[in-house]
């Protein structure tokens, strides 16, 4: 027999189709597929360098997690000694799923719906990933709508919620920053309203930022069965946030690309300025000692390790498709192993970086207060919108400061909305190229706007409690548990390792270390299976502030997260019907590729000689 090397090669175009596969054969003829002659369509987009992918996915792992839970959750959870299971289930489940999606999505060049023919009945975990990705952009702009009206808010001459002199302070407005003595019946005055109040010591106030905050931005109402009006203040600023993430990616991804460079870094020149201003703070010390200082009695809490997988999880934006939607622009053999250390190195250094923003303004503010750290640390929107404005609002020139600090949560926040927009568009226009493709920017724009006439229902007078809803039910852990586990497996087991294993080599030039072959096949499928059960069991209902959700908006709550979860089984059973043949080949052909692999198509083809050895028998 003659073996001749094929000139086929796959760094720069499709991949060559192998002819009729296993199951067209069963089922008797050649299926049409919903695919397009190439030629017909436009050509599918690569980043412009390489740089442009990792800005890219900086940008997107890089989020408002980041920057205002992660510190929080540090502090909370022991500080120092929080960081053991953090870099534990970073290094045994973070980073190597992280590698996968993106290697994933490089080998096929398919968004995050198409790449799951890789496995065909582990599909619903692409749809599963679409719709969370939809709940995710429509509610995640919602925070920066609230970032740009607080930007605006910061250019007037007096910040508003620095006094108790606006239209909304009521007659319990007053300054956290007041100190006198109870015992000696001290008296204070308070301009509310443009009248002077006298207070006595010890009286129970509110503080002017957080009137702000709930009566003016928010008006919140008293539950979520009182949805009041729209605040059309804020139906402006989520309007301009979805005009600003649509022409950061409505040209494509070499457009893309080039924005990210902006928006990734951005942030991090307002974060070292912040830093500078925060260190030279009284009290920035003791903040940071709070922040770090390790508490290894905390270790023994379930708590603490099901919060650092979920914060890993959440900071890295798996399941999403995104990941898988970057990694597909790559050309083949770019060497994505180095690029994922990469960018998990600057996401978990930019959480580390941004705890010392914070907590050198919150140990300020501590001090300013007479209070412990404790009693005034926060975190998610009440870090954002409530401890850092009621800080600077102490500082001289606190309007810059303000302004400084709203616009990197602006920025920050940015990327990561229209990259997972991205990989939304990205997702549908790869699977139904005929329909999607020639029209992506007109796609874009009605994902927008459907996503914005969403997002109004959060801001109204009662949005606040829709908003949370859909951050505690529609992204929960559980959701992301539930995908990453079912992601893992269908890669490591269904697939098969070795076989993903041969494409890494196809992609690298080498074979990767066995380490991440034991992590996608044991280490992260146990973490996942181990925090879920954690996560189950010390499950507690949604509590906004201290208000109890009812049992009716619970119920559409876990409708919105079996709205994913349950796609995985359901997709999985529906493919298994569908499939034709005996129920040995239907078992084979729900874990065997529907797609040309590349690996194939840049194998050595064999030329036999000899016609009366068959070809399927043949081995090199």
């Given at each position: 027999?003659?073996?001749?090397?094929?000139?086929?090669?796959?760094?720069?175009?499709?991949?060559?189709?192998?002819?009729?596969?296993?199951?067209?054969?069963?089922?008797?003829?050649?299926?049409?597929?919903?695919?397009?002659?190439?030629?017909?369509?436009?050509?599918?987009?690569?980043?412009?360098?390489?740089?442009?992918?990792?800005?890219?996915?900086?940008?997107?792992?890089?989020?408002?997690?980041?920057?205002?839970?992660?510190?929080?959750?540090?502090?909370?959870?022991?500080?120092?000694?929080?960081?053991?299971?953090?870099?534990?289930?970073?290094?045994?489940?973070?980073?190597?799923?992280?590698?996968?999606?993106?290697?994933?999505?490089?080998?096929?060049?398919?968004?995050?719906?198409?790449?799951?023919?890789?496995?065909?009945?582990?599909?619903?975990?692409?749809?599963?990933?679409?719709?969370?990705?939809?709940?995710?952009?429509?509610?995640?702009?919602?925070?920066?709508?609230?970032?740009?009206?607080?930007?605006?808010?910061?250019?007037?001459?007096?910040?508003?919620?620095?006094?108790?002199?606006?239209?909304?302070?009521?007659?319990?407005?007053?300054?956290?920053?007041?100190?006198?003595?109870?015992?000696?019946?001290?008296?204070?005055?308070?301009?509310?309203?443009?009248?002077?109040?006298?207070?006595?010591?010890?009286?129970?106030?509110?503080?002017?930022?957080?009137?702000?905050?709930?009566?003016?931005?928010?008006?919140?109402?008293?539950?979520?069965?009182?949805?009041?009006?729209?605040?059309?203040?804020?139906?402006?600023?989520?309007?301009?946030?979805?005009?600003?993430?649509?022409?950061?990616?409505?040209?494509?991804?070499?457009?893309?690309?080039?924005?990210?460079?902006?928006?990734?870094?951005?942030?991090?020149?307002?974060?070292?300025?912040?830093?500078?201003?925060?260190?030279?703070?009284?009290?920035?010390?003791?903040?940071?000692?709070?922040?770090?200082?390790?508490?290894?009695?905390?270790?023994?809490?379930?708590?603490?390790?099901?919060?650092?997988?979920?914060?890993?999880?959440?900071?890295?934006?798996?399941?999403?498709?995104?990941?898988?939607?970057?990694?597909?622009?790559?050309?083949?053999?770019?060497?994505?192993?180095?690029?994922?250390?990469?960018?998990?190195?600057?996401?978990?250094?930019?959480?580390?970086?941004?705890?010392?923003?914070?907590?050198?303004?919150?140990?300020?503010?501590?001090?300013?207060?007479?209070?412990?750290?404790?009693?005034?640390?926060?975190?998610?929107?009440?870090?954002?919108?409530?401890?850092?404005?009621?800080?600077?609002?102490?500082l001289p020139i606190s309007q810059l400061w303000s302004i400084l600090f709203f616009l990197m949560l602006f920025f920050v926040g940015l990327d990561s909305q229209f990259c997972a927009l991205e990989g939304f568009v990205t997702a549908i226009s790869d699977e139904w190229p005929r329909l999607f493709r020639k029209r992506k920017e007109l796609v874009t724009l009605a994902v927008c706007v459907v996503a914005y006439f969403v997002g109004l229902s959060m801001i109204t007078q009662?949005?606040?409690?829709?908003?949370?809803?859909?951050?505690?039910?529609?992204?929960?852990?559980?959701?992301?548990?539930?995908?990453?586990?079912?992601?893992?497996?269908?890669?490591?087991?269904?697939?098969?390792?070795?076989?993903?294993?041969?494409?890494?080599?196809?992609?690298?030039?080498?074979?990767?270390?066995?380490?991440?072959?034991?992590?996608?096949?044991?280490?992260?499928?146990?973490?996942?299976?181990?925090?879920?059960?954690?996560?189950?069991?010390?499950?507690?209902?949604?509590?906004?502030?201290?208000?109890?959700?009812?049992?009716?908006?619970?119920?559409?709550?876990?409708?919105?997260?079996?709205?994913?979860?349950?796609?995985?089984?359901?997709?999985?059973?529906?493919?298994?019907?569908?499939?034709?043949?005996?129920?040995?080949?239907?078992?084979?052909?729900?874990?065997?590729?529907?797609?040309?692999?590349?690996?194939?198509?840049?194998?050595?083809?064999?030329?036999?000689?000899?016609?009366?050895?068959?070809?399927?028998?043949?081995?090199?």
């Open positions: 027999m003659l073996i001749r090397k094929s000139s086929v090669s796959h760094s720069d175009g499709p991949p060559v189709s192998d002819g009729p596969s296993a199951r067209d054969s069963i089922n008797g003829e050649t299926e049409a597929r919903d695919k397009v002659p190439e030629e017909v369509l436009p050509p599918r987009d690569h980043w412009t360098t390489r740089l442009d992918f990792i800005f890219s996915c900086i940008g997107f792992s890089v989020g408002l997690g980041n920057v205002w839970r992660f510190p929080y959750l540090c502090y909370k959870n022991g500080g120092g000694a929080f960081l053991i299971p953090y870099f534990l289930t970073l290094f045994f489940a973070g980073v190597p799923m992280f590698f996968l999606e993106l290697a994933l999505g490089q080998y096929l060049s398919i968004g995050g719906l198409g790449v799951w023919k890789i496995c065909p009945a582990f599909k619903g975990v692409g749809y599963a990933s679409v719709v969370v990705a939809a709940w995710t952009i429509a509610f995640y702009i919602v925070i920066l709508s609230w970032a740009l009206y607080y930007l605006f808010m910061s250019m007037a001459s007096v910040l508003p919620w620095a006094t108790c002199n606006n239209w909304w302070n009521t007659e319990r407005c007053g300054s956290e920053y007041v100190r006198c003595n109870a015992t000696a019946n001290e008296t204070f005055i308070v301009v509310i309203n443009g009248a002077n109040v006298t207070r006595s010591c010890g009286t129970d106030v509110v503080s002017p930022v957080r009137e702000f905050w709930e009566l003016n931005v928010l008006q919140v109402s008293s539950g979520v069965h009182e949805q009041g009006r729209v605040r059309w203040p804020l139906a402006l600023t989520l309007l301009l946030a979805w005009v600003v993430c649509y022409f950061c990616i409505w040209k494509g991804v070499k457009w893309t690309g080039k924005v990210s460079w902006f928006t990734s870094m951005f942030p991090y020149v307002l974060l070292l300025i912040l830093l500078i201003r925060g260190a030279t703070l009284d009290g920035a010390a003791e903040g940071i000692v709070y922040y770090l200082y390790p508490n290894f009695a905390k270790l023994q809490e379930s708590t603490v390790w099901i919060e650092a997988v979920t914060q890993i999880f959440f900071t890295y934006g798996l399941v999403l498709g995104t990941q898988i939607a970057l990694g597909s622009y790559n050309k083949y053999h770019n060497n994505i192993l180095r690029d994922a250390y990469i960018i998990s190195a600057v996401n978990t250094g930019t959480s580390l970086f941004a705890g010392f923003v914070i907590f050198s303004v919150i140990g300020f503010m501590a001090k300013e207060q007479g209070k412990s750290v404790a009693e005034v640390a926060q975190s998610g929107t009440g870090l954002a919108f409530l401890v850092y404005p009621s800080a600077v609002a102490q009662g949005g606040i409690y829709i908003f949370e809803m859909f951050n505690f039910y529609s992204v929960s852990g559980i959701v992301l548990l539930v995908l990453i586990f079912f992601e893992c497996i269908a890669i490591s087991w269904a697939y098969g390792v070795n076989r993903f294993y041969d494409a890494l080599n196809d992609m690298l030039g080498y074979y990767p270390s066995l380490w991440w072959k034991m992590c996608w096949t044991i280490a992260t499928p146990v973490i996942c299976v181990g925090v879920f059960i954690f996560y189950v069991a010390k499950y507690e209902p949604l509590v906004y502030v201290n208000y109890r959700y009812p049992w009716w908006a619970e119920l559409i709550g876990w409708l919105m997260t079996m709205s994913s979860v349950l796609i995985i089984p359901a997709y999985g059973l529906y493919f298994f019907i569908k499939t034709k043949g005996t129920l040995r080949q239907r078992f084979k052909l729900c874990f065997r590729p529907d797609v040309d692999e590349p690996i194939k198509a840049n194998r050595l083809p064999i030329n036999i000689q000899d016609d009366s050895i068959p070809v399927e028998d043949t081995a090199l």
